[in-house]
């Protein structure tokens, strides 16, 4: 056996390692759910004289009727008209804008107070338009709404108070929910992944102590923490992420309000759930890049420093599968004999991976009162095949994020929207097509990662040139999603 062999080989060994770190990471955090205990939220009832000026934001950029829906549902939020402003952000088109106004003029009720703003200098992507709309107010609370979100009547009623009891607390998240769950395959995968994120994942950082992070949408800020944590910073792709972990970094605390859920819609293309995948991977490793020394040069014990190092380096997954199986491919190609050890610890990490994923994503049901939904198993094997094909756009997308000055935000495509081009699904498919050409000459131990592989790229790779996802509405919603205690 030669040295190169056995050089991969232990690379290969550690690369494994660091994939059952992210792996042990979803046990850990399963465990905090379920085992520690909840923490309370004080929600008090103040009367409307004693409630605080509010300030939505609604930043917007070519959203269509979307843009008008999330402005009528910020009409209708129960609060005080005096105390209630709302500002939608366009950052779009300027030959879009005049029709957006008379849109939202005539689906808001008179009195409302409500502004339509447009900045002149569109920097800094979505960060820079919520940081220019801030300038136009003082309210001390903000909530923040995507085009694609529409809040209850009541959300303001369920998360200002908690805001207004804790002084320490910089903002409140609440639990997306997915208005067109069930309109194909992709977006049945897509709801078990955001449902565990937010059931498992968000509310097991909560219980055991950790800072979470904002999600962009559906939730409140108080103004005090987003001045003190460096406001609004367009410098990565993600700065709902990046706020958070600098406001944790100044000592503010986070609050997860799992039984406040927002309705928003999920996308319904390939091409738009991996440009949407990519941007989020592409902005958590710029996220790492630019605060892991603050997060290890602060005051903060060890252990909180590790688990906000893992959080924010959760898109290095895609690049570790990737580099796993390029080296595997090579050995292979070598007609290299893999060591004992090395095998035997392939074959574990395969196997902890496989079973703590599905862990993971049935908790999520679980927890959310959905494990007993009709077709439930196909959608949970659909939700570790398909994010199996974004190996290739998202290692793409962490390379960008630490090699390339270019910064460009793709909006993720809504319902009846075409892509406009570029990276559709040949890497995928190419990729998919030859993979088993190479993986399965060898009685690999690695060959159940490469079925996976194969049936993700191929899978986003077709649903990419045929620009949609399979259609397959026969899932049955069940009657009760009552998260459990």
């Given at each position: 056996?030669?040295?190169l062999?056995?050089?991969l ?7 494994l390692?660091l994939l059952?770190?992210?792996s ?7 465990y905090f759910r ?9 929600l008090p ?5 004693a409630l ?16 008008v829906?999330v402005a009528a ?6 609060w005080?008209?005096?105390r209630?402003?709302i ?5 779009g088109?300027a030959?879009?804008h005049?029709d957006?106004?008379?849109?939202v003029?005539?689906?808001i ?6 502004s339509?703003?447009r ?6 992507f979505k960060?820079?338009?919520?940081a220019?709309?801030l300038t136009?107010?003082e309210?001390p609370?903000?909530?923040v709404?995507?085009?694609d979100f529409?809040?209850?009547?009541d959300?303001?009623?369920?998360t ?5 009891a ?7 998240q ?5 208005a067109n769950?069930y309109?194909?395959?992709?977006t049945?995968a897509?709801?078990?992944?955001l449902?565990a ?5 968000q ?6 102590g950790?800072?979470i ?5 559906a939730?409140v800020?108080?103004r005090?923490?987003i001045?003190?944590?460096?406001g609004?910073?367009g ?9 958070s972990?600098?406001c944790t ?13 927002v309705?928003?819609?999920l996308p319904e293309?390939?091409?738009a759930?991996r ?6 991977t ?6 790492a ?5 603050a997060v ?13 190092s ?12 990737f ?6 491919l090579?050995l292979m190609?070598?007609?290299v004999?893999?060591?004992k050890s090395?095998g ?6 395969t196997?902890?991976?496989l ?6 994503l ?6 959310l009162?959905?494990?007993?939904a009709?077709g ?8 570790i095949?398909?994010?199996s094909?974004l190996?290739l756009?998202?290692?793409?997308a962490?390379?960008d994020?630490?090699?390339s000055?270019q910064m ?6 809504r ?18 097509v ?5 993986a ?5 131990w690695s060959a159940p ?7 993700g790229?191929?899978?986003?790779g077709?649903?990419?040139f ?8 026969r899932e049955?919603a069940?009657r ?5 205690e």
């Open positions: 056996m030669s040295g062999s056995v050089i080989q232990y690379g290969l060994a550690f690369v390692l059952t770190l992210l042990a990471q979803l046990v850990i955090l399963g379920l085992f520690r205990p909840q923490q309370r939220v004080r009832r103040l009367p409307d004289e605080p000026p509010v300030l939505v934001q609604l930043p917007v950029r070519d959203e269509g009727a979307l843009a829906r549902a910020a009409a209708r939020l129960d005080p008209r005096d209630l402003e500002q939608l952000l366009d950052d088109s030959e879009h005049e957006l106004k008379r849109a003029a005539a689906a009720p008179d009195g409302a107070n409500f339509i703003l900045r002149g200098e569109r920097t800094g960060a820079g338009n919520l220019f709309g136009h107010s309210a609370y903000v909530a709404f995507d085009a529409v809040p209850p009547a959300f303001l009623r369920n200002v108070p908690a805001l207004i804790d002084s320490g607390l910089a903002f409140v609440a639990r997306w929910g997915h769950r309109r194909n395959w992709l049945r897509q709801g078990l992944l449902d994120h937010f059931a498992v994942e509310e097991g950082r909560f219980r055991a950790l800072p992070s904002f999600n962009g949408t939730g800020w108080r005090d923490a001045d003190n944590g460096g609004w910073t410098d990565t792709l993600t700065e709902d992420l990046d706020l972990m600098r970094l100044k000592g503010w605390r986070t609050a997860f309000l799992r039984d406040v859920e309705p928003g819609e293309t390939a091409a759930w440009a949407q995948q990519a941007r989020w592409k902005g958590h490793a710029q996220c890049r630019k605060l892991l020394p290890w040069a602060s005051d903060l014990p060890v252990w909180r420093k590790a688990a906000m893992l959080q924010m380096c959760q898109f290095a997954f895609y690049t570790l599968a580099v796993s199986a390029s080296i595997s090579t190609y070598m007609n004999v893999y060591l090395v035997a610890f392939g074959l574990g990490v196997a902890f991976g079973s703590s994923s599905l862990g993971y049935y908790l999520g049901q679980y927890l009162g959905r494990h007993r009709i439930l198993h196909r959608s949970l094997l659909l939700a095949v398909f994010p094909g190996i756009s998202n290692a793409r962490t390379y994020a630490f090699f000055t460009v935000f793709q909006r993720t495509l319902a009846g929207e075409r892509y406009a081009g570029g990276w559709r699904g040949g890497p995928e498919l190419i990729a998919g030859f993979l088993p050409i190479f399965f000459t060898e009685s690999a990662f490469f079925v996976f592989a194969v049936a790229l191929v899978s986003i077709a649903m990419g045929s620009g949609g996802a399979p259609q397959q509405v049955i069940p009760h999603t009552v998260p459990r």
